[in-house]
């Protein structure tokens, strides 16, 4: 089965928005189970900017800010990643918005994701934020993954993120908030009901971007499963499914439940 994983800043850098290697290990740990059960893996992870802020200690005031922030961060990023997944070899593939538009791009950044995948190594993505500017970027990672895993016909896409899943409501400002199992399919009510939420810390995604990022894999009938990173084996019980209650499931189009 071929996987798309995104996993965003939050859990990959510690709260100070240095790199937590430790962190990287948990989930690459859980990686190494799933390529031994012969799973094809994608890995879109966030963190450049935040690396890259904990390593310069400069907070980015704009839009060049963070751009050279991610320059930096992205090589710990990257050097981060092959530690933990060794010997598993890693392939750093950066993307920007044409390259999943434009025909021909597109058509090539494919074959060169089917390549690297072909050699059993993983394709580590980040969105190219080192020379994508407001105009023409993706902007944040939930979307960025879904993108991939609708170019690369993957099976199932994977969000990991700090919060376990859709809740009713905003938890931190509901106590009464739950959680929601499964969602048949993202409405434009839910797009908006959700699209004021705030955003918190390095990252850019919040809730917004994760049902885009539904909809999007939803469309292309391929099931997304948002999970907390923090959760123990959380990939592991993303595999068996059908016997674990927590996360939110998005079904793909017209019951085809990959997820
Ligand atoms: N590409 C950004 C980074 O690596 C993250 C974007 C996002 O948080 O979705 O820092």
């Known amino acids: 089965?071929?996987?798309?994983?995104?996993?965003?800043?939050?859990?990959?850098?510690?709260?100070?928005?240095?790199l937590s290697q430790e962190k990287i290990d948990r989930f690459v740990s859980q990686l190494r189970i799933l390529v031994s059960r012969e799973h094809e893996i994608l890995v879109v992870t966030s963190g450049a900017v935040g690396a890259g802020v904990g390593a310069v200690g400069k907070t980015p005031q704009d839009v060049t800010d963070k751009q050279a922030l991610a320059a930096i961060g992205q090589a710990r990023l990257m050097e981060a990643y092959?530690?933990?997944?060794h010997p598993i070899i890693v392939g750093q593939v950066l993307l920007t918005r044409q390259d999943l538009e434009d025909q021909d791009r597109r058509q090539a950044s494919r074959s060169t994701l089917e390549r690297v995948l072909s050699w059993g190594a993983i394709p580590v993505i980040n969105e190219n934020d080192t020379v994508t500017d407001?105009?023409?970027?993706?902007?944040?990672?939930?979307?960025?993954a879904a993108r991939v895993a609708v170019l690369m016909e993957a099976h199932r896409l994977v969000i990991l993120?700090?919060?376990?899943?859709?809740?009713?409501?905003?938890?931190?400002?509901?106590?009464?908030?739950?959680r929601i199992e499964a969602v048949p399919w993202v409405t434009a009510d839910d797009m908006q009901r959700f699209s004021s939420e705030e955003r918190g810390g390095l990252g850019t995604g919040g809730m917004a971007t994760k049902l885009e990022a539904a909809r999007i894999a939803q469309e292309a009938g391929i099931g997304m499963?948002?999970?907390?990173?923090?959760?123990?084996d959380v990939l592991d019980k993303i595999e068996g499914?059908?016997?674990?209650?927590?996360?939110?499931?998005?079904?793909?189009?017209?019951?085809?439940?990959?997820?």
Not at 161 to 178: C, F, R
């Open 1 to 18: 089965m071929r996987w798309v994983i995104k996993i965003g800043t939050s859990s990959v850098c510690d709260i100070d928005a240095r």
């Open 82 to 85: 092959q530690r933990a997944l």
């Open 225 to 232: 499963v948002l999970a907390a990173s923090q959760e123990p």
């Open 161 to 178: 993120s700090d919060i376990d899943g859709l809740y009713t409501e905003n938890p931190k400002k509901n106590p009464g908030a739950h």
């Open 134 to 144: 407001a105009e023409i970027r993706i902007g944040d990672n939930d979307t960025l």
């Open 241 to 259: 499914i059908k016997s674990w209650q927590g996360g939110t499931r998005f079904l793909a189009k017209r019951g085809m439940i990959r997820a």
